[in-house]
């Protein structure tokens, strides 16, 4: 597994077990903001992937054990 904190939508996803749909529903309420919780892997590109910062979504989201995760 990367050391990388930043996971594609699938793997943050995979790991909640939750939809795609429910992920982009957090972020068009303001739950999961763009910078912080969320970056495009593209940046000049703005249908572009996003990448999600694992440790910042689950604290977000208020799950226990966010930061030892």
């Given amino acids: 597994m990367s050391s990388s904190p930043w996971l594609t939508t699938d793997?943050?996803?995979?790991q909640l077990?939750?939809?795609?749909?429910?992920?982009?529903?957090?972020r068009?309420?303001?739950l999961l903001?763009?910078?912080h919780h969320?970056?495009?892997k593209n940046?000049?590109?703005?249908?572009?992937?996003l990448l999600w910062h694992r440790?910042?979504?689950l604290a977000a989201l208020g799950i226990p054990g966010a930061a030892t995760r």
């Fill in 55 to 57: 440790q910042r979504c």
């Fill in 38 to 40: 969320w970056a495009r």
């Fill in 28 to 30: 068009q309420q303001g």
């Fill in 17 to 26: 077990a939750i939809s795609r749909s429910t992920l982009s529903r957090w």
């Fill in 43 to 49: 940046p000049t590109c703005p249908r572009s992937d």
């Fill in 11 to 14: 793997a943050l996803c995979q």
């Fill in 33 to 35: 903001r763009s910078g």
